[in-house]
């Protein structure tokens, strides 16, 4: 391991740091570990256990005066769930920490559980345990979620196959649309509310993953949190390829279409650099994407290639987020600044 | 639920919270969810998996320029396992999720994960994902960890019964003799330095859960993290039971012992009320006790009552520590203040 007592994680990046995480800690024969939505755990029985986890910090994730604590709380289970879905699991329990200052008002919290609670008894998750503890001052928020799948068939990062067909499970950019409303306070038409809901309200695909995961020809599949800019090349990366994605076919709603043309925003730019969708992202060979049964959108194909993206009719570079580095170019995985 | 928009978290208190909390989210049929140790799931293998999660927030449950990396990535790896120690369960992956500063050193996480990866090892736990985030200033840590023990095996607070001897693993008092020694910036002899590392570096008491689950007369169990006076509570409460403590007959080691006498202070005060020992606590059979092969202290019975416990011998009142009221007469769990 490289000496870096000078070094800053804003120079190594949260990548960086997750690399260095990897290299220290191996996953035991058998077991997914580090590197994947979810960890993928054999048991006894015929079932793998999938695990994930994911942080929400006031100030990175969310700004309290500006999330009412139902949805910050919806979305705390959805963002967790929306894990196990892309894995192609179902989603059985979940653990919920807080770290909350004393002299949040108990209103609040009630609230935020009622949010937790009714997205999580819309996909039958059972909140099994956690922690609260006092926060000096931000309210700190993580979820680890468990989920199931029939033994070896959680869909991975690493499972691409060149010439497969990239696919998305819906429309791209909403919720950075309305992030981008929310900073920019901009009116708040029924094209902007609905954006700003999708961007506070995320739905995982849990039905969705499942239907793919029981596909054999859909080989690699994530969820899209980051943006597909930053997102797809982790499955390029892991599966040694390249991509082709044309960028005129992502999927963009009507309404961010018209808020786009109303506000002179840049929709492909949203599609493709914003994160927070939530939908899921999978390859699957040309044969299987005929007979698909489940809404879904061809955005590109993988080919050869080092884990880079060609971006087809783009007119501007296109990436993703990294937590450590920010300074994505048009929109943010955070509504706080 | 009662309406509390005007009530505050410090009104309502961490357990109020907690109370808030099981009584929206219910477990599953054969589940055991909120309120243990740990959740018990049971899987079609016979074995029942163990999940547990703890959070720890700096400037609450420490402060950056008191503890070395190396000692808070030991511990937050430590307090987790000690969960699945409590339940008399084998711990066999942990996730860990950071949020950090942009600013943070890079060394720093290579430290903290070094101290992690060292604990980790001693109790063969996996390191299986996490997140990685930032954070606009605070350290934030979650972990959490998986365990299994054989179907039905697992120890819970509710099964306390009347006439049991209630037992500790070993000596108490010494983590919060530790602390005060750090807060009161004492001279760091032998005997202390043995406290501050006793309070940095706890070893779970995993071996010893695994001996007293495999014995039947062992009937409830938990491990100290809060103090043996509110630690205790959770499994009178439970158990609908009461309990007498003979305070003289709380286990102190010479370290211990020494360092009270050299500063005045009160070492069963330490004992009953400082948490963070993480020693077993657990109560069997008379009968059982006589044969038990683990090193163990007799400090109490359990009787008829209605959750509260007497206090034989003791000078002062004793009661553990609740994070959203602070104020424990003597010694805190935390070192932050």
């Known amino acids: 391991m490289k000496s870096s007592s000078a070094q800053h994680l804003s120079e190594l990046g949260e990548f960086g740091l997750i690399g260095r995480i990897r290299e220290r800690f191996s996953a035991p024969e058998g077991v997914t570990g580090i590197g994947d939505d979810c960890a993928v755990i054999p048991q006894r029985s015929g079932r793998d256990t ?7 910090i006031e100030g990175t994730h969310f700004l309290r005066a500006d999330i009412p604590p139902f949805r ?11 894990d196990i879905a892309a894995m192609g699991g179902s ?11 004393a002299d949040l008002e108990a209103g609040w919290m009630e609230e935020f559980l009622r949010g937790y609670a009714e997205l999580s008894e819309r996909f039958g998750t059972a909140l099994l345990g956690g922690d609260t503890t006092a926060s000096p001052d931000r309210i700190c928020i ?20 060149e010439g497969d067909l990239i696919c998305v499970t819906g429309f791209l950019g909403d919720s950075a649309g ?6 920019e306070g901009v009116e708040r038409d029924a094209d902007v509310q609905a954006l700003i809901d999708r961007h506070y309200l995320p739905l995982p695909r849990v039905q969705e993953g499942l239907r793919l995961a029981a596909t054999p020809g859909v080989h690699a599949m994530m969820d899209i949190s980051d943006g597909i800019g930053s997102d797809l090349s982790h499955i390029l990366e892991a599966s040694s390829l390249g991509a082709v994605i044309d960028v005129p076919s992502l999927p963009l709603s009507p309404a961010l279409r018209r808020v786009c043309t109303r506000h002179g925003w840049d929709a492909f730019q949203l599609a493709a650099g914003g994160g927070e969708d939530y939908e899921l992202l999978f390859t699957c060979t040309p044969e299987t994407e005929k007979v698909l049964d489940i809404p879904h959108h061809v955005i590109g194909r993988c080919t050869q290639g080092d884990g880079t993206t060609a971006w087809r009719g783009a007119g501007t570079s296109i990436r993703g987020f990294d937590h450590f580095r920010q300074g994505r170019p048009d929109a ?6």
């Open 91 to 101: 989603p059985t329990a979940t653990f919920l920490s807080v770290a909350l200052p």
């Open 332 to 337: 943010q995985d955070s509504s706080a600044r």
């Open 142 to 161: 993580n979820v680890a979620v468990l989920g199931e799948c029939p033994s070896g068939s959680a869909r991975l990062r690493s499972t691409a196959c």
């Open 50 to 56: 999938l695990v994930s986890t994911d942080m929400l």
């Open 72 to 82: 910050l709380g919806w979305k705390s289970a959805a963002v967790n769930i929306s």
């Open 178 to 183: 309305g992030l981008k409303a929310i900073l």
